[in-house]
């Protein structure tokens, strides 16, 4: 009984706020994705349109992954700062992106004029866009000074959707490829990576904190406030909540007072998601009859993926609780979540459509561009 009665350690908040944000952002990935797609369908603009991988593309996913790997642990330190100033600005620009619709509809509410104002990257700003842009630099900013891990966790967010909306899947065989091959390299970094490297190197470049270029300047020109900016910050790669929740509104700095989560452990998930609502949106959208699309509606395989994925995650923490070590969570997510599409799309007699992706039609571009 005392294995079991450790499992109540899952309904502690810090468990339970990371079961429920990791999943939420799981499902608003896939819905930005469709989102997007829509999006670029409608006004035709395909220079922004998703990176669709190919099987060889997918192939080299997990082999980059493994060299990024290994560089971060082995130069992390010598290459700190260029990787945080590159990590601020890559949140900035995903944060840009999804906050981007709910500033339009807004627009669109109070009927407010915007207009174009200059040029970026050959590109028309508005007036609007630029004040989104400046929100979103100043909340990088705050990150920058204060290293807060809420603020961590809402740029983490942000990369996230922003992945997931602009690298797609085209089917589940190239999906089932990726996800498979992340498989492996997940169980393989955490559970023998040791042998070969001397340290679990998942577990040491998870856990790293980069020194803060804002620090470092400030403390070099010996600026006043000094004690108030972070020495180190915790990268928005993850998700990281204090375990004690209630009490960790201020930051902390010691690792092994918060529990975490990857973000690749939300974004690849995230990323069958996405192929399986856009299936699910084709599906509903071809339907002769507004009953059959009703019918459609109430069994899409986006929540057989979902219920899985969050089936999947609590498994792992389970996992890790009883074990007191550090699991790879695609161990539990891949099968939780590519398993169910599978087995479901197989008794509908609709595997070989998943599999294959779609096959396009004259009327997909005209249908882009009638919907609202």
Same mark, same amino acid.
């Given at each position: 009984?005392?294995?079991?009665?450790?499992?109540?350690?899952?309904?502690?908040?810090?468990?339970?706020?990371?079961?429920?944000?990791?999943?939420?952002?799981?499902?608003? /990935?896939?819905?930005?994705?469709?989102?997007?797609?829509?999006?670029?369908?409608?006004?035709?603009?395909?220079?922004?349109?998703?990176?669709?991988?190919?099987?060889?593309?997918?192939?080299?996913?997990?082999?980059? /992954? %493994?060299? %990024?790997?290994?560089?971060?642990?082995?130069?992390?330190? /010598?290459?700190?700062?260029?990787?945080?100033?590159?990590?601020?600005?890559?949140?900035?620009?995903?944060?840009?992106?999804?906050?981007?619709? &709910?500033?339009? &509809?807004?627009?669109?509410?109070?009927?407010?004029?915007?207009?174009?104002?200059?040029?970026?990257? %050959?590109?028309?700003?508005?007036?609007?866009?630029?004040?989104?842009?400046?929100?979103?630099?100043?909340?990088?900013?705050?990150?920058?000074?204060?290293?807060?891990?809420?603020?961590?966790?809402?740029?983490?967010?942000?990369?996230?959707?922003?992945?997931?909306?602009?690298?797609?899947?085209?089917?589940?065989?190239?999906?089932?490829?990726?996800?498979?091959?992340?498989?492996?390299?997940?169980?393989?970094?955490?559970?023998?990576?040791?042998?070969?490297?001397?340290?679990?190197?998942?577990?040491?470049?998870?856990?790293?904190?980069?020194?803060?270029?804002?620090?470092?300047?400030?403390?070099?020109?010996?600026?006043?406030?000094?004690?108030?900016?972070?020495?180190?910050?915790?990268?928005?790669?993850?998700?990281?909540?204090?375990?004690?929740?209630?009490?960790?509104?201020?930051?902390? %700095?010691?690792?092994?007072?918060?529990?975490?989560?990857?973000?690749?452990?939300?974004?690849?998930?995230?990323?069958?998601?996405?192929?399986?609502?856009?299936?699910?949106?084709?599906? /509903?959208?071809?339907?002769?009859?507004?009953?059959?699309?009703?019918?459609?509606?109430?069994?899409?395989?986006?929540?057989?993926?979902?219920?899985?994925?969050?089936?999947?995650?609590?498994?792992?923490?389970?996992?890790?609780?009883?074990?007191?070590?550090?699991?790879?969570?695609?161990? &539990?997510?891949?099968?939780?979540?590519?398993? *169910?599409?599978?087995?479901?799309?197989?008794?509908?007699?609709?595997?070989?459509?998943?599999?294959?992706?779609?096959?396009?039609? *004259?009327?997909?571009?005209?249908?882009?561009?009638?919907?609202?």
């Amino acid at each position: 009984m005392d294995p079991l009665w450790k499992l109540s350690y899952l309904l502690e908040p810090a468990s339970l706020a990371l079961i429920f944000t990791a999943v939420a952002v799981a499902f608003a /990935s896939a819905q930005r994705a469709l989102s997007h797609s829509k999006e670029m369908e409608r006004n035709r603009d395909f220079s922004e349109a998703s990176i669709t991988l190919d099987q060889s593309q997918a192939l080299m996913i997990p082999l980059a /992954s %493994s060299c %990024s790997l290994l560089l971060m642990f082995y130069l992390f330190s /010598s290459v700190s700062h260029l990787v945080t100033a590159f990590t601020a600005i890559a949140s900035a620009s995903s944060l840009f992106f999804c906050l981007s619709p &709910y500033a339009f &509809y807004f627009k669109t509410q109070l009927g407010l004029m915007d207009p174009f104002v200059s040029r970026c990257c %050959s590109r028309s700003i508005t007036r609007i866009q630029w004040l989104l842009l400046l929100l979103c630099s100043g909340i990088v900013i705050a990150w920058l000074v204060s290293g807060h891990w809420l603020l961590n966790n809402l740029l983490g967010i942000a990369i996230c959707i922003a992945f997931v909306s602009h690298v797609r899947l085209p089917n589940i065989k190239i999906c089932s490829l990726l996800l498979v091959c992340l498989f492996v390299y997940d169980i393989f970094w955490v559970f023998f990576s040791e042998r070969f490297f001397g340290a679990n190197v998942m577990v040491s470049v998870a856990t790293q904190q980069a020194s803060n270029p804002v620090h470092t300047v400030a403390n070099s020109l010996s600026l006043p406030g000094l004690q108030l900016i972070a020495k180190k910050l915790e990268l928005p790669v993850k998700l990281v909540f204090p375990r004690n929740l209630m009490g960790g509104m201020v930051s902390g %700095s010691n690792t092994v007072e918060f529990m975490m989560l990857g973000l690749g452990d939300m974004a690849i998930p995230g990323m069958l998601l996405a192929l399986v609502l856009c299936f699910d949106h084709r599906k /509903s959208r071809d339907s002769p009859s507004s009953i059959d699309s009703a019918a459609i509606r109430g069994h899409q395989y986006i929540w057989y993926a979902l219920a899985g994925y969050a089936i999947g995650l609590v498994t792992a923490l389970a996992a890790g609780v009883l074990t007191h070590a550090p699991q790879p969570a695609l161990l &539990y997510l891949v099968p939780s979540t590519l398993g *169910p599409v599978i087995f479901v799309s197989w008794i509908r007699k609709e595997l070989n459509e998943l599999w294959d992706g779609p096959r396009p039609t *004259p009327n997909d571009k005209v249908r882009g561009l009638m919907e609202v």
